[in-house]
C-alpha cells in the first residue's frame, strides 16, 4: 500500500520514524516526481512542466516500511535568490541529520548531462560521507548536448559505481531502482 505521508517545509517537522528513507533529488525539471510515480506504478506525486514546482519535503509511505522522498529541486526554477538558499540549507540539513537516509538517487538530464550545482552536490555528499547514486533521466529522449561531462565513482568516494538509466515515459531502467528500495 502506498500513501502520501505529507508535505513538509522544514527537516524538523518530518515524522519520525524508523522506515528506511530513499530520497529523489535533483536539477528543477529533470523529472524527479515522473520518476518516483514511475518506479511505485502509481501517480503519488504531483508532476508539473513548470521547474521548481516541488517545493517541500513530500514523504511516501510504502507498505509501511519504507519512505520515498521527493525532494525540491536546485539549478533552474524560477524562484528568488533567498528561496534557493533556503532550499540549499534544507537540503543541507536534511542529508545531514536523517539516519535512516539509506541511500539518495540524485537525477540527472541524460539529454543535458551533470550542471554544476549537480557537482556542487556531489561533492557536498562525498565531503559528508552521504551514500548517493546517480539515475540519468529521460534517456528516450535526444541528446542536446554532444560535450557531456563524464561521471566516475573513482573520483567520488561517497558514490555507488553503478550509475542507472532510465525512462519515466518508457518504463525503462525501472527495476533496478524497485529491487534497491525494496519495491516488489
Known sequence: MIKFVGSFETVKSLPKTQFSEYAFVG???????SLINAIVDTPIARTSNTPGRTQSLNLFNIDDRIMIVDL???????????DTIRWLERLQ???HTRRQLKRLFI?????IGPRDSD???MNFCDINGICYQIVYTKKDKRI?????TK???TEHGAMVPEILETSSEKKTGLESLRKI????
Open 119 to 121: 557537482l556542487e552536490l
Open 107 to 111: 537525477l540527472i538530464d541524460s539529454r
Open 144 to 148: 542536446r548536448e554532444q560535450n557531456q
Open 72 to 82: 525540491p529541486g536546485y539549478g533552474y526554477a524560477r524562484v528568488s535568490r533567498t
Open 93 to 95: 540539513e536534511y542529508l
Open 27 to 33: 536539477r528543477s525539471n529533470v523529472g524527479k516526481s
Open 181 to 184: 528500495i525494496g519495491i516488489k
Open 151 to 153: 561521471l566516475s565513482h
